[in-house]
């Protein structure tokens, strides 16, 4: 029998693991050796040829991936796939449809948006994006050689230094003007994060004020959390929201360092977060969820 061929999922365009058949413990674990051996081959192959890090850092970033214990061999028709469990659980709100989302991320930008950006945005379904747009959330892409201290003045004002940080940030959510600033390499994964403070923002009751700083649930569970989805969300009210978020809309690039976050990462590591994002989402992030979120 030919082996079969195994693929690692596509972070630019994830598989439904929903609707795929599971394959048992030593099948994966067979397709994660062919993956990695065929993956340390390419890595020897790249190292010392600099014009190629960005294919490299994908390597990297692919073999990192294996060690994800919720990695599992799924069946496709001519070969298996090895995925994170994408929609594995259920989200509570379908994503907004392709049309849908090109037509909101073209009012937000103000003109044509990429691709990468439209499918990021698609994932936070219908209602976000309407709340998003009624509350003048803008996105700006930022292109290389200008500064952000230069296309916003509110950077200028607040965070004058930003562009000479060591690693400056490829993207930036500016409160004070609801503007989300993007790098064109950012218009994905980066696009996700800035746009959940965006929406943070948006549900917020008082004016440059973040949902997470005002609700006393989501605060009590930052305080008392066990486990947080990832490291960067445990750093700050506000990120614990966005990255709480990103794992719910299951947005990631293939070149991050980081694992890619699931649905399913959220459940597992911050149930009680988890319970109040699909609450969000599953009201359309309406105004008596939000007050309820506020009290606790
Ligand atoms: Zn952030």
């Given at each position: 029998m030919p082996r079969a061929t195994v693929t690692l999922a596509d972070l630019a365009d994830p598989p439904d693991t929903a609707t795929l058949e599971a394959l048992d413990e030593s099948a994966t674990a067979r397709a994660i050796a062919s993956m990695r051996s065929k993956l340390m081959r390419r890595r020897k192959a790249l190292?010392?040829?600099?014009?190629?890090e960005p294919e490299l850092d994908r390597v990297i970033a692919s073999l990192r991936r294996l060690?994800?214990?919720?990695l599992t061999a799924y069946a496709l028709e001519n070969g298996l796939v090895l995925s994170e469990?994408?929609?594995g659980i259920a989200r509570a709100c379908p994503p907004a449809s392709s049309k849908a989302a090109r037509f909101a991320a073209d009012a937000m930008v103000g003109k044509r948006a990429p691709v990468a950006l439209v499918r990021a945005l698609a994932a936070f379904g219908d209602a976000a994006l309407s709340l998003a747009r009624a509350a003048g959330v803008r996105i700006r892409i930022v292109a290389a050689g200008i500064r952000f201290s230069q296309a916003s003045a509110s950077v200028a004002r607040c965070v004058p230094g930003i562009d000479e940080?060591?690693?400056?940030?490829s993207g930036l959510f500016v409160v004070e003007d609801r503007t989300v600033l993007l790098r064109?390499?950012?218009?994905?994964m980066t696009a996700a994060h800035e746009f959940a403070h965006a929406l943070d923002a948006a549900l917020?009751?008082?004016?440059?004020?973040y949902f997470s700083f005002e609700s006393e649930e989501l605060r009590y569970y930052f305080s008392t959390a066990?486990?947080?989805?990832?490291?960067?969300?445990?750093?700050g009210l506000d990120e614990y929201f966005a990255e709480s978020v990103r794992a719910y809309v299951e947005v990631n690039d293939p070149a991050c360092a980081w694992l890619p976050l699931t649905r399913q990462d959220l459940y597992l590591r911050d149930p009680r977060m988890f319970g109040l994002v699909d609450r969000l989402f599953a009201s359309g992030f309406s105004s008596r969820e939000r007050r309820r979120a506020k009290r606790r």
């Open positions: 190292i010392g040829h600099t014009s190629d060690q994800n214990p919720q469990p994408f929609n940080w060591e690693a400056p940030p064109d390499r950012a218009l994905h917020a009751a008082r004016p440059r004020s066990t486990g947080y989805v990832n490291e960067y969300a445990a750093s």
